[in-house]
């Protein structure tokens, strides 16, 4: 049966494989090969001279690594694919076989951070520059294009903002311009969300590491094919495809091999001499997830269009930015272009900033915090200050990335467990930043009280009511002696002179310094203990004996209940801070 008439879900079992002949065996075997032996000197020199296909050194090819190839160009719809040791690896071998210095390429700034920084810093080391266009309009593509160009390249869902660009417009204005399209299909799940070679793309692109392998256990890579681009027609901007080739004695590529021309000078050019190979273990880890690809797919994509609407509709959400969202930039172009949903990705914005985004990302307790998508669990990173840190605050405007934003990749649990933890999540912090917000006063008896942001009416002390044993100086609350919350930052010897009764009321801020929260905690130690005895220095005495203090991390080790110490000695700029986590409200200053 030719594979070309079978289905995607049949594709992702059976392309590029038949049982072992010598075996039998059905599931494909891992070849830990490095090299291979040859039949006679002849067919070693036959397969060096690239006059016959076959297996030679594990960094050129693999038979394991040959059926995920395979495997991978039937599901895009490609005539041959090459395998690389990651997604940057991929693009980088992609674009170094077409480009060379005094080159350049045109792409949308809609990108992955790393993308980005590999287009931007990378390359020009290489001479080869990056023309970026802001968004992907196809007439400003055009504009850009000149007679060094030699790719235009572009994602099909963007990574951060999720835009879907008008693929088969930009193929048009490149192909009319002597110039292939590169498509980074990553979010389309291997082809089963979007085959953009059906809409005009000439190669493709993926970091397998995402949905392909779907189970973030394999860094991954692979450049797909299409065999659609006529490298003879443009032969002046193609020379290395077209002209006889140096280190083949003559071979021309374009000639020989035809349609899978660029698949091969990928292979027996790039990937040879920057050895960025797959190995065999990878590739079969990469087949496995193939296997449970679709299923896979089409969970995250309805797991992400329930959490979107429903984010939609919560009181801490500023924006989402999905294309499967209605009220999302790309909604139209991401129903012409993507097919079985709208992919597994989605990132909103809280309501409060940067601040409030990365207090909800560390509030998770099912979710995990890191830099990966296309996993089966459900992810959440904050870009701005993680895979986009590197760019300037306007380049990453420009790709879509906010300070309050979260990009979620919505994994394959049950959606009312994902939905759960973010309820929990975004209820810690309303809960921290109330209590960040809430000004601390001195009460009228003992004891320093936060006063409720809802109410106003004053909550249960804070504070213990002595200080540390054999402390001279006791905190707020003491039965000997009384200390408003200024006395603690305030004063070269000890306490202030201020009455001792005096609340905040009676003492108004100055305008220009916020008031200050004190966090004292409800158990006495010895390190708090020699650390209140600090306060009571002079300056001098303080500055030296804070050179003694543990180290942050031992002081980071020390876990108590739920409140910490903060001790300030402002006039040298002293800051001991002491966290247990994100369930501890940050001090304001």
Not at 516 to 523: A, G, P
Request: with cysteine.
């Amino acid at each position: 049966m030719a594979s070309d008439n079978r289905r995607f879900e049949t594709l992702q079992l059976h392309a590029g494989q038949e049982p072992c002949p010598a075996t039998n065996a059905r599931a494909v075997p891992v070849y830990a090969s490095t090299s291979f032996t040859f039949k006679n000197s002849e067919h070693a020199a036959r397969l060096f001279s690239l006059k016959e296909f076959g297996n030679i050194y594990s960094r050129l090819m693999n038979p394991t690594v040959d059926v995920f190839e395979k495997r991978i160009a039937a599901l895009e719809g490609g005539v041959a694919a090459v395998a690389a040791s990651s997604g940057m690896a991929a693009q980088f071998m992609a674009i170094s076989a077409l480009a060379h210095a005094g080159d350049n390429i045109i792409s949308t700034t809609n990108l992955y951070g790393g993308t980005y920084n590999q287009f931007k810093i990378f390359l020009p080391r290489l001479g080869i520059t990056t023309k970026f266009v802001e968004g992907e309009d196809p007439e400003k593509i055009a504009s850009l294009i000149d007679d060094k160009t030699k790719a235009v390249y572009v994602e099909t869902i963007g990574n951060p903002r999720f835009n879907v660009p008008d693929l088969e417009a930009i193929a048009k204005v490149a192909h009319d311009r002597g110039v292939p399209l590169i498509v980074d299909n990553t979010f389309a799940a291997g082809g089963y969300f979007c085959r953009p070679i059906s809409h005009g793309a000439d190669i493709v692109v993926h970091s397998a590491t995402k949905w392909i392998g779907g189970h973030g256990t394999t860094i991954a890579g692979v450049v797909v094919d299409a065999g659609t681009f006529d490298w003879g027609k443009h032969a002046a901007r193609f020379p290395q495809l077209v002209e006889p080739s140096e280190g083949y004695h003559g071979l021309k590529f374009w000639e020989t091999f035809g349609k899978v021309a660029f698949a091969i000078l990928v292979r027996v050019e790039i990937l040879r001499d920057l050895g960025s190979a797959l190995n065999p273990f990878g590739a079969q880890q990469l087949l496995l997830g193939l296997e449970t690809l679709s299923l896979r797919a089409e969970r995250h994509a309805s797991n992400a269009m329930a959490l979107a609407k429903w984010l939609e509709k919560h009181e801490n959400v500023a924006y989402v930015s999905y294309p499967g969202l209605e009220s999302h930039e790309s909604h139209e172009t991401a129903k012409k272009y993507l097919k079985n949903g709208f992919g597994g990705v989605l990132s909103v914005g809280v309501k409060g900033g940067a601040a409030a985004g990365v207090k909800v990302v560390d509030g998770f307790k099912m979710i995990s915090n890191l830099a990966n998508v296309g996993d089966s669990k459900t992810l959440a990173i904050h870009p701005w200050s993680s895979t986009h840190e590197q760019l300037t605050e306007d380049e990453r405007r420009a790709a879509g990335v906010r300070d309050d934003g979260i990009r979620i990749s919505v994994g394959t649990e049950h959606i009312d467990d994902i939905i759960a933890d973010f309820e929990q999540s975004f209820a810690a912090c309303n809960a921290a930043l109330a209590d960040r917000t809430a000004p601390v006063t001195a009460g009228p008896s003992r004891g320093l009280h936060r006063r409720s942001a809802s109410t106003g009416t004053r909550a249960a002390p804070d504070v213990p009511s002595a200080g540390p044993p054999g402390c001279k100086y006791r905190f707020a609350g003491s039965p000997r002696k009384k200390v408003p919350a200024e006395a603690h930052v305030k004063g070269r010897g000890g306490p202030s002179r201020r009455s001792t009764g005096t609340s905040s009321a009676q003492t108004p801020n100055d305008g220009h310094r916020p008031q200050r929260e004190i966090f004292v905690h409800q158990s006495s130690s010895s390190l708090l203990h020699h650390l209140h005895i600090l306060l009571a220095l002079p300056p001098s005495l303080v500055f030296f004996f804070s050179c003694f203090l543990p180290p942050a991390p031992l002081l980071e080790s020390v876990v108590w209940n739920d409140r910490l110490v903060i001790l300030i000695a402002r006039r040298l700029k002293l800051f001991v801070a002491l966290r247990t986590g994100a369930s501890m409200p940050a001090p304001v200053y």
